[in-house]
């Protein structure tokens, strides 16, 4: 009771003089009774307040992941018993490290995979198509071959322009600082040791460049070579990798990174023309980083050696330069058009590379074989004559990184080139998982090759890519060393359930 009546003060208000009533003419007084807070610097309970709001600064990551955690454990594990629960949870505790989880968590407030279904209906809330547009995609999602876990930024579905600069540098910083915190952990180089950087990004080039973007991000050293190459399409990371390759060759003992990415949202189309409406449907988040060295202590250390390089360009022809081209439509959206002859372009660009990389490659057997077939050809000539050899490019290579850029692509590459499923395997489910992601594409295939363990010391991968101008490019490495699976591979939370059939 006495500490009660310490909270308690009285004030005596003085009212003035009652104008009507009994009391008319009288003076006229009140008492104010008020209650003190108690003084919660002196109470003996402040310190579970300190104690709470220490435990929630302290703990505010864990207390955040903890819901999205059990959004993810209920996706995965949606059929399984409650005992099957309990297993499930502690064998992906065991996998994942708390630095894959928290970066999974930051690219999942970034990010979104969505079904055909969803992508569809979150097409037609956004406002930007109408139904003969939305109906053209759904036809073309629907022969994609594109599975529903394919990384779209949320912020394509908003009313709103998403072609900013804004959102295009918050996409690039979130992909490409997890890939390269990925690089150096793994690697266990620190950012300042590297001396060149080559960057390439097609459709996305602010200022100032990602590259510089990198390079203030990772606080690397005065004196480093950084590129940054624009404009060039889904082949670049190839011709990133020969620029990289040749910084090297004129700067000894020294450490090369090449990252390679597309930004999606800058790039999203909202009208009407169906070839700018078919990238909508295709490209899909994702970034790779890579690195390469010329130091001799790292050669025991290195995964595969560089062996050749071939790069074909058809931009001298009109057609092929056309086929892939960015412009304006007819209600001055940008967007990017794909021809109806980028196949038969993709083909004579194709054609022209493999015939500069065979005699590289393959074996003294095949190349006889296919210049006798050429000389029978030219000097018989007309109907009557064969048809051209296709040299056996299974005897050059043990694994095949073709670029997943569509169903209908890769169908015919395996058909001309005479490639087994299992030769193709790669680039369809690469195809299936992560969408088309451009130039990076070609190392997600590489990441799924490593981890089902199949690329073995001594193996030959011939990556193979495509793109705008019109350019096919080929870059063939020797493993030196039997890949292993990893807990930091793109591939790890979904590998067991690949392949699936298309």
């Known amino acids: ?19 009507s009533g009994p009391d008319a003419g009288s003076l006229t007084f009140s008492v104010r009774v008020r209650r003190r807070l108690p003084d919660f610097v002196q109470s003996v309970n402040l310190k579970y307040v300190k104690l709470g709001y220490h ?25 399984i018993s409650r005992e099957g629960l309990w297993n499930k949870i502690w064998e992906d505790t065991a996998r994942y490290d708390l630095a894959t989880l928290l970066a999974f968590f930051g690219v999942l407030v970034f990010t979104l995979s969505v079904s055909k279904e969803d992508f569809i209906e979150l097409a037609r809330k956004s406002g930007k198509f109408d139904e ?82 990198i390079v203030n991000h990772y606080k690397m050293r005065g004196n480093i070579l950084s590129f940054n190459l624009g404009g060039m399409g889904c082949s670049a990371g190839i011709i990133s990798i020969d620029l990289a390759r040749d910084m090297l060759q004129a700067n000894p003992n020294n450490y090369a990174v090449v990252v390679s990415t597309e930004m999606v949202s800058f790039n999203w189309y ?59 439509d007819e209600q001055k959206y940008k967007g990017l058009s794909i021809s109806k002859d980028l196949v038969e372009v993709g083909g004579n660009a194709l054609k022209a590379n493999i015939t500069t990389l065979g005699p590289l490659v393959l074996p003294f057997s095949e190349q006889l074989l296919f210049f006798a077939t050429l000389v029978r050809r030219q000097v018989f000539g007309g109907k009557d004559a064969s048809k051209p050899y ?99 591979n793109p591939w790890l939370d979904c ?8």
């Open 1 to 19: 009771m006495a500490g009660e009546q310490a909270l308690l003060s009285t004030e005596i208000v003085n009212r003035g003089i009652e104008s």
């Open 55 to 79: 435990y929630l600064i302290n703990h505010a990551i864990y207390l955040a992941t903890i819901p999205v955690l059990v959004l993810v454990f209920s996706a995965e594990v949606g059929s």
């Open 132 to 213: 003969a547009s939305l109906e053209f995609q759904n036809r073309i999602l629907e022969a994609s071959g594109i599975g529903d876990e394919a990384y779209i930024p949320q912020a394509i579905w908003s009313p709103e322009n998403c072609s900013t600069m804004k959102e295009g540098r918050a996409e690039a910083s979130t992909v490409i600082f997890g890939a390269l915190d990925e690089l150096f952990e793994k690697c266990r180089i620190r950012p300042k040791d590297v001396g060149v950087l080559v960057v390439n990004c097609s459709l996305f080039n602010p200022t100032p460049s990602l590259s510089a973007m």
């Open 270 to 328: 909202p009208g009407r023309n169906r070839s700018m409406l078919i990238p909508n449907c295709y490209f899909r988040m994702g970034c790779s980083a890579v690195l390469l060295s010329n130091r001799r202590p790292d050669f025991r250390r290195a995964k595969y050696r560089l062996e050749h390089l071939v790069r074909t360009h058809k931009g001298a022809d009109d057609r092929s330069f056309r086929c892939v081209y960015q412009e304006e």
């Open 390 to 488: 296709i040299p056996d490019y299974k005897l050059a290579f043990e694994h095949f990184c073709v670029h997943a850029a569509s169903k209908t692509v890769l169908d015919e590459l395996q058909r001309n080139l005479e490639l087994s499923d299992k030769n193709v395997e790669a680039s369809r489910m690469t195809l299936h998982r992560f969408g088309n992601t451009s130039s990076s594409s070609i190392w997600y295939e590489l990441a799924y090759l490593e981890g089902k363990e199949r690329v073995k010391r001594g193996d030959r991968v011939w990556q193979l890519a495509f793109g705008s101008g019109f350019k096919c490019n080929s870059v063939v490495w020797r493993s030196m060393r039997r890949s292993r699976r990893t807990n930091r």
């Open 495 to 502: 590998l067991d359930r690949y392949p699936v059939p298309l």
